[in-house]
């Protein structure tokens, strides 16, 4: 009879908790506490949309070796069962008077030693999905062991992929090729930009998404202010610029890239834009590999758009991507994170074409032994035109 297990086969997930042990057993932690949809996914396939709702808590403990343990609200425990996770308690939440809480501290003195240590993320791009009150009484019923920083166990250990995961990427990278290779049908003047908005995550869903977690972009004259407002009901215009930017999801794994379009005949900057844009991406596709740091993604970036005579957006140029919309590394100026090879990562340059006018261009990459190799398909080099 075949082993349970969702989306990977167990040894996929077998593995994971191997190079987490590994890494836990180098910082010093002997147990690990994960709270985040991201973190029980990852270790577990539990894959739901039930994390929508605030009102559980749900935990998977790491123990030094083994397999993990889930202590969850009962509501998750069949779909837990189709997991390849065994060891399973659960409580009736919510439950106002202790929702977890002694089921969880009495799991975790069990398992870890009176001098040891609980690792739980705790720095930058971590949460914890518990109530803080909670997670200060579990403290005190575990003492004296205590909970420890363990941001870098699960960070670098997360941020490489496996062929299966960069698969799982790829696959949705498709999805979202082949939408916005449908953007031209529902797309062009008259159109408003919150109806745009709509049919392309119907077209997302059509193609084979399994959600559409985030759908961003913008549209101007020349140039859009910004790529996270909501869409208004203005209608696309000849002259405009229109960004479609999408994070769809498909087996528990994200795609972020976006596109630009010109409605009508694009002007002069518009076209300097975004061939500067696609120059930069070019250098990063050609020069990016491990080794290097985000910094020196970030340094190829905005050195490639100065020689193109373009003044370099605000912000980070691009970021991890798996089991999250957006993951670490930041490519930034200040991210010192080393690139390593079958990190999975967007480039994201992004231009000022004239004051609160801008254009981005993302793309999504892995990180091979000999540079990067595209996930998404490439944009065209001149900026399409909606006639």
């Given amino acids: 009879m075949a082993e349970p297990s969702l989306i990977f086969p167990a040894t996929e997930y077998r593995l994971r908790v191997t190079r987490l042990q590994r890494r836990m057993q180098a910082d010093g932690q002997d147990a690990l506490l994960l709270t985040t949809p991201a973190d029980v996914f990852y270790v577990t396939g539990f894959l739901t949309r039930f994390w929508e709702s605030p009102a559980r808590p749900w935990f998977i403990v790491v123990p030094a070796t083994g397999a993990p343990i889930a202590v969850i609200p009962a509501i998750g425990a069949d779909l837990m069962r189709r997991c390849w996770v065994t060891d399973i308690r659960i409580w009736d939440a919510p439950d106002p008077e202790d929702d977890g809480v002694s089921l969880l501290a009495d799991t975790l003195t069990a398992l870890v030693p009176e001098t040891g240590s609980i690792g739980v993320p705790m720095r930058l791009e971590t949460q914890l999905r518990m109530p803080l009150a909670d997670y200060a009484r579990v403290g005190a019923r575990i003492a004296p062991r ?7 166990t699960v960070q670098r250990v ?14 949705i990278c498709g999805v979202a090729d082949r939408t ?54 203005r209608p696309l215009a000849p002259g405009d610029v229109l960004m479609l930017d999408t994070g769809a999801v498909r087996d528990g794994y994200f795609c972020d890239f976006d596109r630009n379009y010109a409605i009508g005949k694009a ?27 985000a910094r020196d993604l970030y340094d190829l970036l905005t050195g490639a ?59 999504n ?13 490439r944009t065209p080099p001149e900026l399409p035109e909606f006639h």
Avoid: C, N
């Fill in 158 to 171: 997360r941020e490489v992929k496996s062929e299966a995961e960069i698969e799982k990427i790829r696959a």
């Fill in 267 to 293: 002007d002069d900057a518009a076209r300097r834009a975004h061939a500067a844009l696609f120059t930069a991406t070019d250098v990063a596709l050609s020069d990016l590999r491990p080794g290097m740091t």
């Fill in 305 to 363: 758009l100065h020689m193109q005579g373009a003044k370099p957006g605000s912000g980070r140029l691009g970021h991890g991507l798996g089991v999250t919309l957006t993951e670490w590394p930041s490519v930034t100026a200040k991210d010192g994170t080393v690139l390593r090879e079958g990190m999975v990562l967007t480039l994201e340059p992004g231009v000022e074409i004239a004051p609160g006018k801008i254009m981005v261009h993302e793309e």
């Fill in 146 to 152: 205590r909970f420890v920083d363990a941001t870098d």
């Fill in 180 to 233: 916005f290779a449908r953007v031209p049908d529902f797309a062009g003047a008259g159109r408003p930009l919150d109806q745009v908005f709509r049919d392309f995550q119907i077209a997302l869903l059509q193609e084979g998404a399994d959600w559409v977690s985030y759908v961003a972009g913008g549209a101007g004259p020349g140039g859009y202010g910004d790529v996270i407002s909501p869409a208004g009901s």
């Fill in 365 to 377: 990459i892995v990180l091979r032994a000999d540079g990067a190799e595209l996930l998404s398909a």
